[in-house]
Nanobody, 114 residues
């Protein structure tokens, strides 16, 4: 069964950190470009960070220097380390894997609030 399952979301105070993980199954994980997207209420889904098969990374300007994406092909996981979180980072975060097709996880809620 092809699926992506996110975990690690939750409520955190401004300035805090969270680590999101996405576990993949049923796909050739090492062949996929992996990404984290987010969607805040009333806004379009946007790319947060991506990582290629070779490990090259790309970040949205709003998260550069605060977020880090990484992949572990042996464990079929992609991780998003989020530091210095701000209220504007509040959103549902989705994991994505792209190769021949685009596969989405179900999303995990991240809320940054005092």
């Amino acid at each position: 069964q092809v699926q992506l399952v996110e975990s690690g979301g939750g409520l955190v105070q401004p300035g805090g950190s969270l680590r999101l993980s996405c576990a993949a199954s049923g796909i050739r994980f090492d062949m996929h470009v992996l990404g984290w997207y987010r969607q805040a209420p009333g806004k379009q889904r946007e790319l947060v960070a991506s990582i290629t098969r070779g490990g090259s990374t790309n970040y949205a300007d709003s998260v550069k220097g605060r977020f880090t994406i990484s992949r572990d092909n042996a464990k079929n996981t992609v991780t998003l380390q989020m530091n210095s979180l701000q209220p504007e980072d509040t959103a549902v975060y989705y994991c994505n894997a792209k190769w021949a097709t685009s596969i989405w996880g179900q999303g995990t809620q991240v809320t940054v609030s005092s």
